[in-house]
């Protein structure tokens, strides 16, 4: 406005002098520079009145110029505030506009595109940001915010983590409690992501301390931080911990918003995976059923989270052994998946993953490779080349054909996965240890036994790195060390290892898991090959509680068992006539659980 008045302004020595100048005041609008363009100032107007009334304000005189050198100081100091002001302001507009620009960075944008001249604009920024800003705090700590989220974004976790730090320092200044847990647990996400998720576990801890309690904003917070503890610790191998956290979350989430609100249903979807691994089956099963229901009311039917729900309810049916209500459930979520607007999305490749899964659990092993290799042709469309879930879908198909018995695609499979894994985290980060111990399952079966073993124990030693060494996150590895060391025929050797993982998986998951049958088969097998046979009846006979327990049968594992007590006895009789009949016995029980597994193949969609 002060533009337009100067240039019609009555006195000519106060208009612009040419069009040029006017351009120039008009260019310093735009970018948010002073002009030039002024209300008439105090002296302006006091000096027209005083050529209008010399004699009536000379008296005056004295007065005004008295009061003006005291008017002076305080422009002055009005002045520099307001300066100071428009500069912070100009730096928050710049900081949201950068927020604006890179906080949409992630794999879904990124698509499969060259990183490496974002990441080196994103480096130049972050090496100037203390200079560029460092009288505005406020400003640098959310720039620094925008610069961490998007090098999370790109799976530079490391970089990601210095930059929260950053922000953190200066939120740690300013004392805010809900500002500093609000950091520590962006920090605690990208050290758990780096796959360090011992050292995210006390940045948790101390952000938890700051909100004991919490309403609004906090409360959001404060459930975000349980759900990022809790996943802490299902990586770290505490797997009944991090059940109990996600159950605390349910109950606070269900108290504060409604057992049917969205968030509840949310939380239900990720921690029925958490039961399920704690061998809380049941509960496992009730909270996806609980999920689905409220997703359903909340959400588009074709909504990719209801999928996610029938495929996890689906695995839950064929533990069951209710094959036909599972693959039904299967199709409905496959029928979803295939109406996604963008089939390239990230949690639309992530969720063909879950599909090849489920039927592979499932027994169809051509679906199971033909969903894997949709998934992986559509994550090498949107993914760079070494990105995770790239390496995830190479892993996925390498699991699928090994079951098949094409074990030379499996292994190129499982290298390539490696590859990728070993690139993005390094040889011991994190989904390294499930390619290694999965490419020395296929060597073993390959007949390349002290390579598989090699592997193992690279696995295993990773595995240990991250979680320490008695955990429940070490039993894979233990159980494919072992099945290595049987497999070259070292039994003794395998019966340690067998010994140990069983000590882990009862301190850790308790007496009642049925993730321990395996090491217990496993461990009488080598028993039964030791000539150890008193000590292998009793193992079978622990095997046997554990999924008599279960309520329900599972039929592989039992048909494990079965064929375990049948080699036992037969070895057994052979010095003890006495222990015949009960070879009969076993054989008898074993043959109806094959003609039950018979019958489960032909119902195969």
Same mark, same amino acid.
């Given at each position: ?28 609008? =735009? ?74 960075? %992630? ?10 001249? #974002? ?28 610069? +961490? ?19 953190? +320092? ?32 006390? =940045? ?15 409360? *959001? ?24 956290? %996600? ?17 509840? +249903? ?86 063909? %993953? ?125 159980? *494919? ?111 109806? #659980? ?12």
């Amino acid at each position: 406005d002060w533009i337009v008045m100067r240039c019609l302004d009555k006195d000519r020595t106060r208009r612009y002098d040419t069009a040029v100048s006017i351009a120039h005041d008009l260019r310093r609008y =735009l970018q948010d520079e002073p002009v030039e363009a002024r209300p008439p100032s105090a002296f302006y107007r006091l000096g027209k009145m005083v050529r209008r009334h010399r004699l009536i304000t000379a008296a005056a005189a004295a007065l005004v110029i008295g009061a003006g050198v005291a008017a002076w100081q305080a422009v002055r100091a009005t002045r520099a505030e307001s300066a100071a002001r428009a500069e912070a302001e100009k730096s928050g507009r710049v900081a949201g506009f950068l927020h604006a620009t890179l906080g949409e960075i %992630g794999p879904g944008v990124l698509r499969g595109r060259d990183t490496s001249l #974002l990441k080196e604009m994103l480096d130049r920024a972050a090496k100037r940001l203390p200079a560029e800003l460092g009288g505005l705090p406020e400003a640098q700590r959310d720039l620094y915010h925008t610069l +961490g989220w998007s090098y999370y974004g790109m799976s530079e976790y490391a970089n990601a983590e210095a930059m929260f730090q950053a922000a953190l +320092g200066i939120a740690r200044q300013r004392g805010v409690p809900g500002e500093i847990a609000d950091k520590l647990n962006q920090v605690a996400m990208a050290v758990l992501d780096g796959g360090d998720p011992v050292r995210s576990e006390p =940045l948790l801890r101390e952000a938890l301390a700051l909100v004991p309690t919490a309403a609004g904003e906090t409360l *959001a917070l404060r459930h975000d931080l349980l759900r990022v503890l809790a996943s802490a610790q299902q990586k770290r191998g505490q797997i009944r911990e991090a059940a109990a956290t %996600g159950r605390d979350l349910l109950a606070s989430q269900r108290a504060q918003l409604g057992r049917e609100s969205l968030p509840v +249903g949310r939380t239900l979807s990720i921690f029925a995976s958490y039961e399920a691994d704690a061998g809380n089956l049941a509960l496992s099963e009730a909270m996806y059923g609980e999920a689905l229901r409220i997703f359903r009311a909340h959400l588009d039917a074709n909504n990719i989270r209801i999928a996610e729900m029938l495929v996890g309810l689906a695995r839950c049916r064929i533990e069951h052994g209710i094959f036909v209500e599972a693959e039904s459930m299967l199709r409905d979520a496959e029928g979803i998946l295939r109406r996604q607007p963008d089939p390239q999305a990230t949690w639309s490749v992530v969720h063909y %993953g879950y599909l090849a899964r489920a039927w592979w659990l499932r027994g169809d092993y051509d679906r199971a490779e033909r969903l894997a290799r949709e998934q992986l042709a559509l994550a090498e469309k949107a993914f760079s080349p070494h990105h995770a879930f790239v390496g995830q879908s190479h892993l996925m198909l390498a699991i699928v054909l090994q079951k098949r018995g094409q074990r030379e695609e499996a292994e190129a499979a499982s290298r390539k996965a490696l590859a990728i894994f070993e690139q993005t985290y390094g040889r011991k980060g994190r989904h390294a240890p499930n390619s290694l111990e999965q490419l020395a399952r296929i060597l073993k079966d390959l007949g390349r036994n002290p390579e598989a073993e090699t592997l193992c124990r690279e696995a295993l030693a990773a595995r240990r790195a991250t979680v320490g060494a008695n955990n429940a996150g070490v039993l894979s590895s233990l159980v *494919a060390l072992a099945e290595v060391q049987a497999a070259r025929g070292d039994d003794a050797a395998a019966a340690i290892t067998n010994r140990e993982s069983l000590a882990i998986g009862r301190e850790h998951l308790g007496n009642r898991h049925p993730a321990l049958t395996r090491s217990l088969v496993a461990l009488a097998e080598n028993l039964i090959k030791l000539g150890g046979f008193p000590e292998a009846e009793t193992t079978l006979a622990e095997a046997e509680r554990i999924e008599t327990a279960l309520g329900y049968v599972r039929l592989e594992p039992q048909r494990d068992w079965h064929r375990a007590q049948v080699r036992l006895y037969t070895a057994w009789a052979a010095g003890d006539p006495a222990r015949a009949p009960r070879v009969a016995e076993w054989q008898q029980k074993l043959d109806a #659980l094959d003609a039950a597994a018979a019958r489960t193949a032909e119902r195969k969609p």
